[in-house]
């Protein structure tokens, strides 16, 4: 199946995906100057008004460097929509987009209802939609959503716990069209095996913590590049759903990380926390099990100049 426009011409088969705080501004021009898509959550916007704002910055901003750079490869902006019931700005975000012509809508949690669908169809833009499982998968599918993110064992922030290999796999049994993977990919050869495995794209988070245009503390950014897999801890307490997050900022907030109780499953915070005074993504601080592979602090542009270099050699030593 051929690819949506949108998703056609980038420099690397990369989604940056939509991180709480992080994900902003200069982080998602940044990534689409880089050729691959630039997201964020539309809750990063506070307030609400301010989405309207960052929108039209971030299109006037692209729109410049388009005209002074026009051979240039510029990636689409991508907007995450998280779907609950908790978020009471949906809808209005929703209009945001629409009224922009966002090119890519990432939903989250649960599945897009149909008007939102309708709206987002009626100016030609396309619905990506995170899933951890397969139930998961075929509810969106049902919905009327144009691809998936498929989140694997060891992605940062909510994340699921299946492997990559059983998750894609399965996922192609049934689906044909655009999937991005996600799950500790923060070098160019892990972006080729996640397209030798079945993915179109891959979909990389923790990777851009460590880059100068996040919007993040700079002791975050130290804690990522000081960090390994066996540093993340997988939990539900600070935001009701399960997701990785370092150890170190759990300790830092006066918890135990060996010993974390379980959250209320049926209360979801995507501002604070549920079950803790630490706020998720504030105080705790999310991030995948690739830390390990990090050790410094790039630009974007730098960072996308090696996972380029890294991507190629990668399909070179596979020719071989």
């Keep these: ?17 939509p991180m709480f705080i992080a994900s902003g501004p200069a982080l998602v021009t940044a990534q689409c100057k880089a050729g691959i898509v630039g997201s964020f959550p539309a809750l990063n916007a506070r307030p609400a008004e301010m989405l309207n704002t960052w929108l039209t910055d971030i299109q006037a901003d692209l729109a ?5 750079n026009p051979d240039a490869k510029v990636g689409p902006i991508a907007v995450n929509q998280i779907v609950h019931q908790s978020n009471d700005r949906l809808a209005q975000d929703v ?13 989250s949690l649960r599945a897009p209802p149909k008007e939102m669908m309708d709206a987002i169809h009626g100016y030609g833009g396309i619905v990506l939609h995170d899933v951890i499982s397969i139930r998961h998968a075929k509810k969106a599918l049902e919905a009327g959503v144009d691809g998936l993110i498929l989140v694997a064992a060891g992605a940062g922030g909510h994340a699921g716990t299946l492997s990559p290999f059983a998750l894609v796999g399965e996922v192609r049994k049934f689906f044909k069209g655009p999937i991005a993977l996600s799950g500790s990919i923060a070098t160019g050869d892990a972006v080729l095996a996640a397209q030798a495995m079945g993915a179109d794209f891959a979909y990389i988070g923790s990777r851009w913590l460590a880059t100068k245009e996040s919007n993040i503390d700079e002791s975050y950014r130290q804690a990522i590049i000081e960090s390994s897999a066996a540093d993340i801890v997988y939990t539900n307490l600070f935001s009701g759903v399960h997701g990785n997050y370092l150890k170190k900022s759990i300790t830092i907030a006066g918890l135990d990380p060996e010993n974390l109780p379980q959250a209320d499953k049926s209360v979801m915070n995507f501002g604070g926390g549920a079950g803790s005074k630490a706020k998720a993504w504030r105080d705790i601080w999310g991030a995948g099990q690739g830390v390990g592979l990090m050790h410094d602090v790039p630009t974007v542009a730098e960072m996308m100049q090696r996972l380029t270099e890294e991507y190629e050699m990668a399909r070179k030593r596979l020719s071989l």
């Design 95 to 107: 209009a945001v987009c629409v009224e922009h012509k966002i090119p890519i809508i990432i939903s």
């Design 64 to 68: 410049a460097f388009k005209q002074a």
């Design 1 to 17: 199946m051929a690819l949506p426009a949108a998703l056609q011409n980038l420099s690397l088969p990369v989604i940056g995906s």
